[in-house]
């Protein structure tokens, strides 16, 4: 079991990352949408090579605080460090190519574009030919051609996918195109990958295979993975580090262990205990 540990910022952390710089850190994050406080308060640390969980109850603010760490919304209030840098004032493009990637809970694949294609769009971070040079074929735009598509490969045939990459994404099973998300996601190099409820719609083995990809991505890549999840059998598995969400609010942190027993966690999905009759 993962041991965790305290750090300055009143998070917690792997011990095995206790010596490195965290990943993402938040402090006092909130936002308001007309004058009305969604989220409010959220302070986070994640360590270098932390799997970690944000979860709650539906409507308790989770895909919104993805939202305003890849910038989708612009925080009203609080502070984000991507690898120590802050994130304020950036567009999602920018954030993405300082070292933050994210799925979503609706599948966003290119459907009509092929396997491949999908994650070659994936590794525009590394492709550094311009118009011109893709208009005219000139040799370094083939060069980074020919690495985007090899470096695509590799990515497929770690999730036993090489066999697809001419096939339309579209076309593939829901549990293959959940993976290729992760796959495209993945191919933007980043530091952190965020994941919005992976296992939505998968079966039991769906589910276990995620799991062992995900340890896979941390100890492959070396990055952490932030996950929203509502399969708490997933969660309580995986996670090393948690945080639950209820209202906008945080309402406890810490371990698997710690959060199944934290009567405010149990309050929050299974409402108030009925005094015994």
Do not use: W
Not at 64 to 83: E, K
Not at 153 to 180: I, K, N, T, V
Request: glycine share 8%.
């Amino acid at each position: 079991m993962t041991k965790m540990v305290p750090v300055p910022s009143r998070g917690i952390i792997p011990e095995r990352d206790v010596d490195k710089r965290p990943i993402l850190e938040t402090h006092h994050l909130g936002i308001d949408f007309g004058g009305l406080t969604a989220v409010d308060d959220i302070s986070l640390t994640i360590g270098r090579t932390e799997i970690s969980g944000l979860i709650g109850p539906n409507g308790a603010g989770k895909t919104t605080v993805f939202n305003m760490l890849t910038n989708v919304y612009q925080p009203t209030r609080g502070t984000i460090l991507l690898d120590g840098k802050p994130t304020a004032g950036k567009t999602t493009a920018q954030v993405n190519r300082m070292g933050i990637a994210r799925t979503f809970q609706n599948i966003r694949l290119f459907s009509n574009m092929s396997v491949l294609d999908n994650v070659k769009v994936g590794l525009h971070n590394e492709i550094k030919e311009n118009l011109f040079a893709s208009v005219t074929h000139a040799f370094g735009y083939v060069k980074a051609e020919r690495k985007a598509r090899e470096r695509a490969l590799e990515l497929l045939d770690f999730f036993s996918m090489a066999d697809m990459a001419d096939a339309e994404a579209g076309s593939l099973p829901y549990g293959a195109q959940r993976r290729l998300e992760i796959v495209r996601a993945l191919a933007t190099n980043p530091g952190i990958i965020l994941l919005d409820e992976p296992a939505a719609g998968m079966n039991p083995s769906e589910t276990a295979e995620l799991m062992e990809n995900i340890r896979r991505i941390r100890d492959t890549f070396g990055i952490a993975v932030l996950l929203i999840e509502h399969d708490m059998s997933l969660v309580m598995n995986l996670c090393e580090g948690i945080c639950v969400l209820d209202h906008g609010k945080v309402i406890a942190k810490g371990s698997p262990d710690e959060i199944k027993q934290n009567p405010a966690v149990i309050e929050a999905y299974l409402g108030k205990k009925k005094e015994a009759e």
